[in-house]
């Protein structure tokens, strides 16, 4: 059974940083995307970086150049880097799976598995 759980939320001012961790287990690096998405109030769950299996990431163009995704595979947890953050980052953060070594879509639908989430608040 695939499990995940996030840690890392909190408050912060525009222009900081904070760093999400998600312990991830139950699953097989080859055959999984793993990734990133997050809901802001009244929106829907927006993609932010996407992992294949061979770690090719993707991210989305609202946090491209700001967030990094990275992982640790002995530790099997999953982080999100988050610098230059806005107020419009503001949201619940969820890290999530899917049964695809090459991710193929976008849509939290097709998104099996995921965490609790994490709540990240960037105020002005």
């Known amino acids: 059974q695939v499990q995940l759980m996030e840690s890392g939320g909190g408050s912060v001012q525009a222009g900081g940083s904070l760093r999400l961790s998600c312990a991830a287990s139950?699953?097989?690096?080859?055959?999984?995307?793993v990734g990133w998405f997050r809901q802001a109030p009244g929106n829907e769950r927006e993609g932010l970086v996407l992992?294949?299996?061979?770690?090719?990431?993707a991210y989305a163009d609202s946090v491209k150049g700001r967030f990094i995704f990275s992982r640790d595979d002995a530790q099997n947890i999953l982080y999100l880097q988050m610098n230059s953050q806005k107020v419009d980052d503001t949201g619940m953060y969820y890290c999530?799976?899917?049964?695809?070594?090459?991710?193929?879509?976008?849509?939290?639908?097709?998104?099996?598995?995921w965490g609790q989430g994490t709540q990240v608040t960037v105020s002005s």
């Open positions: 999530v799976a899917r049964p695809d070594p090459s991710c193929g879509t976008w849509s939290p639908s097709h998104y099996k598995y």
């Open positions: 139950g699953y097989t690096k080859r055959n999984f995307c």
């Open positions: 992992i294949d299996s061979v770690d090719v990431p």
